[in-house]
């Protein structure tokens, strides 16, 4: 079966830096799109970043461009986000997902939780000020 496993998370002070990675099994990682969301203590998920299957588009919330970078490593079948400057508004629990339909592509659908049919467990990032 398909599995998605988060690292990476933890403790930071404001304006550091954290690098997630996604390790991705049971599928053909590379023939799919991935996102990162992000969901706070009392809020929806929400979308933090995607790329295409081959890493030749990529998306972000207007909250994280320009600090956060998404990419992927198809030989390794892993998915990163790169976080820098953080904030604590940035913290959250941090899921990748995995698309549905190979090969998608476009802000629109790679921005909506329901693109994507396989999530993982979780990472958690907190952010001191």
């Known amino acids: 079966q398909v599995q998605l496993v988060e690292s990476g998370g933890g403790l930071v002070q404001a304006g550091g830096s954290l690098r997630l990675s996604c390790a991705a099994s049971?599928?053909?990682?590379?023939?799919?799109?991935m996102g990162w969301f992000r969901q706070a203590p009392g809020k929806e998920r929400e979308f933090v970043a995607a790329?295409?299957?081959?890493?030749?588009?990529?998306y972000y919330a207007d909250s994280v461009k320009g600090r956060f970078t998404i990419s992927r490593d198809n030989a390794k079948n892993t998915l990163y986000l790169q976080m820098n400057s953080l904030k604590p508004e940035d913290a959250a629990v941090y899921y990748c997902?995995?698309?549905?339909?190979?090969?998608?592509?476009?802000?629109?659908?790679?921005?909506?939780?329901?693109?994507?049919?396989?999530w993982g467990q979780g990472t958690r990032v907190t952010v001191s000020s």
């Open positions: 997902a995995s698309s549905g339909t190979a090969q998608v592509t476009g802000a629109r659908l790679l921005g909506e939780k329901a693109s994507y049919v396989y």
């Open positions: 049971g599928r053909t990682f590379s023939s799919y799109a």
């Open positions: 790329l295409t299957w081959n890493g030749g588009s990529v």
